[in-house]
């Protein structure tokens, strides 16, 4: 299971009040941790174990660490507008995560949300067809070396509501195999590599 913004109130708060020591933000993120507890006993009561995932945010706080089975990052859309990952900010990012919570899998994604001003809005609206496959190469690439498992964008994320490119010329939902993209050739190649 992946939630998303699960420490976000608990980053409101402290960009509010300006202080880790505030009651606010300390019970805000414990609150969090206690979802995530309640999710895996829910589970262990059924006999079944529930994987529970989100953002990194929490390395970030200066209190324990959550007790999260994976976390998930994204290239930036900057990155993915000049086809080239920071190297110097994904260091220090993954080396706070990995600090923080240990030897736990960390998911790479082509983030997205409402409008096409995200990760994967630059990826299908701006790149040609051509550009997103070579990304994709970038990208798969980078994230091995870094011991980071990227995720394919084979069907899934909204492109936004503002998107022009269309999957098939109907969905906003990004598809791999649409005419407009045609990436998924290159998604099976480079899976094909990793077994």
């Given at each position: 299971?992946?939630?998303?913004?699960?420490?976000?109130?608990?980053?409101?708060?402290?960009?509010?009040?300006?202080?880790?020591?505030?009651?606010?933000?300390?019970?805000?993120?414990?609150?969090?941790?206690?979802?995530?507890?309640?999710?895996?006993?829910y589970g262990r009561s059924?006999?079944?174990?529930?994987?529970?995932?989100?953002?990194?945010?929490?390395?970030?706080?200066?209190?324990?660490?959550?007790?999260?089975?994976?976390?998930?990052?994204?290239?930036?859309?900057?990155?993915?507008?000049?086809?080239?990952?920071?190297?110097?900010?994904?260091?220090?990012?993954?080396?706070?995560?990995?600090?923080?919570?240990?030897?736990?899998?960390?998911?790479?994604?082509?983030?997205?949300?409402?409008?096409?001003?995200?990760?994967?809005?630059?990826?299908?609206?701006?790149?040609?067809?051509?550009?997103?496959?070579?990304?994709?190469?970038?990208?798969?690439?980078?994230?091995?070396?870094?011991?980071?498992?990227?995720?394919?964008?084979?069907?899934?994320?909204?492109?936004?509501?503002?998107?022009?490119?269309?999957?098939?010329?109907?969905?906003?939902?990004?598809?791999?195999?649409?005419?407009?993209?045609?990436?998924?050739?290159?998604?099976?190649?480079?899976?094909?590599?990793?077994?």
């Open positions: 299971m992946w939630i998303d913004m699960l420490f976000k109130q608990a980053v409101m708060l402290y960009r509010l009040t300006g202080s880790f020591e505030h009651p606010a933000v300390k019970e805000s993120y414990q609150a969090a941790c206690k979802i995530i507890e309640r999710i895996h006993e059924r006999g079944k174990e529930i994987f529970v995932g989100s953002w990194p945010t929490a390395a970030y706080f200066p209190y324990p660490p959550p007790n999260l089975d994976f976390v998930t990052v994204s290239p930036s859309g900057k990155e993915v507008m000049e086809m080239k990952l920071d190297e110097t900010r994904w260091n220090e990012k993954l080396k706070t995560t990995k600090r923080k919570f240990g030897d736990i899998p960390i998911f790479a994604f082509i983030d997205w949300a409402a409008t096409s001003n995200t990760p994967l809005g630059r990826f299908s609206q701006s790149l040609t067809k051509e550009r997103q496959r070579e990304f994709l190469k970038i990208a798969d690439e980078f994230f091995r070396e870094k011991d980071v498992i990227f995720v394919y964008p084979v069907h899934g994320g909204t492109m936004g509501i503002d998107a022009h490119i269309l999957s098939f010329g109907k969905s906003r939902v990004y598809d791999a195999l649409a005419p407009e993209f045609q990436t998924y050739k290159t998604i099976r190649e480079l899976a094909q590599k990793r077994t």
